[in-house]
């Protein structure tokens, strides 16, 4: 079976000072690596972007700054979903098109970490597919928690990415860097 490489969310939006402070600098530049990478082996890519319904989301399209990162440019015959939810299987075809593909394994990488590349790491894990996401090219925002049950504050976008991760860990997902993906045949 083949592993297919999916690049979720990797938006101009994201570079929006809406969003506030980030980790990870350099998660655009790891992504283009990877994705070099599975062009170079002539292997599957998958790009999926975010097409916000909320009327003051940066990824909006009103706001016109839904473009892919210059990083990571679909090429032509590379297939873009788009989605309005976290999940990338929600409302797509992704899931019908690995599997017509015989993909069986992942390697996730994207915005953001705790958001929709969370969603869809759990839900390719849910579906059967075995995933690799590549936590360097992957990134976070700080949030401001504004719950009751623990008073709220900022919460810092390091902090939320390691979380995140620590969560997809082992059930869901093997967190790898980008050079033990780059290391490894696609």
């Not at 003051?56 to 090429?75: I, K, Y």
């Not at 719950?147 to 979380?163: F, K, L, M, N, S």
Request: hydrophobic residues 45%.
């Amino acid at each position: 079976m083949a592993r297919a490489l999916v690049l979720i969310d990797i938006q101009v939006a994201f570079d929006a000072p809406y969003w506030g402070a980030r980790n990870n600098p350099d998660a655009e530049e790891n992504a283009g690596r990877l994705l070099g990478h599975w062009r170079a082996a002539g292997a599957p890519v998958f790009h999926v972007r975010h097409m916000s319904v909320e009327p003051q989301s940066p990824l909006n399209p009103a706001f016109g700054r839904t473009a892919f990162h210059p990083a990571v440019l679909p090429r032509e015959g590379e297939p873009v979903y788009d989605k309005t939810v976290n999940s990338a299987f929600i409302g797509t075809t992704l899931e019908a098109d690995l599997r017509a593909a015989g993909i069986d394994r992942l390697v996730i990488c994207g915005l953001t970490t705790p958001h929709c590349v969370s969603t869809s790491t759990r839900m390719a894990a849910n579906l059967g597919f075995t995933v690799d996401l590549a936590h360097d090219a992957c990134a976070a925002f700080t949030q401001n928690v504004r719950t009751d049950w623990r008073g709220g504050g900022d919460v810092g976008a390091e902090e939320i990415h390691i979380a995140a991760l620590d969560q997809l860990s082992g059930e869901f997902a093997r967190v790898v860097s980008t050079d033990q993906v780059l290391a490894t045949e696609p």
